[in-house]
């Protein structure tokens, strides 16, 4: 179950007209959170970042599971099982299957969620995407940015810079 912190920030994100990968975001994030301060593990990087979008899905975030031949096919049912699960009437919580889940990811490792890791994820995803995708991307967000948020993100932008030379 996500916190309600989580909840609250995805919601304010849909309510700005965010796209359903941002409100997503906010789920990976509080996975992220959980590996870091010892509340489980994750084999990888990739695979916290699953657990997330799974969570956001069951939470009710329109998104989309992946396009066929980018993932597995059972990657893909499960994303739609996710997908459906938060539009059924809820069904009683398995308390066996959610201990079997939290006993395996005890037993992980807590290096996922290291910044060097999520560092080379970002990397590696976004070397798979075209220029064109990425600077699409990008303008889409400074859309729904916002002055205050395109300042700060101008600010940050050039203290990076600096930081560089």
């Known amino acids: ?8 920030r995805a919601r304010r994100a849909k309510r700005e ?14 996975e992220i959170h959980h590996i870091r301060e010892g509340k489980h593990g994750a084999r990888s990087t990739k695979q916290a970042i699953a657990i997330g979008l ?11 599971p992946p396009r066929k031949g980018k ?4 990657t893909r049912r499960n ?3 996710d997908y459906q699960a938060s539009h059924k009437k809820k069904s009683p919580s398995f308390g066996r299957r959610s201990k079997a889940r939290q006993r395996a990811l005890k037993r992980e490792g807590h290096s996922a969620a290291s910044p060097k890791a999520l560092q080379k994820q970002a990397r590696s995803a976004a070397r798979r995407r075209s220029r ?13 940015k916002g002055g205050r948020g395109r300042s700060m993100g101008a600010r940050k932008a050039a203290r990076t810079r600096a930081r560089r030379k």
Do not use: D
């Open 1 to 8: 179950m996500p916190e309600k912190q989580t909840m609250k």
């Open 79 to 81: 994303a739609e099982r």
């Open 132 to 144: 064109a995708s990425r600077s699409e991307a990008a303008r889409r967000a400074a859309r729904t």
């Open 54 to 64: 799974s969570k956001a899905r069951r939470a009710g975030v329109k998104l989309a």
């Open 71 to 74: 993932v597995s096919v059972s």
């Open 17 to 30: 007209g965010k796209a359903p990968s941002t409100q997503a975001g906010q789920f990976v994030r509080e």
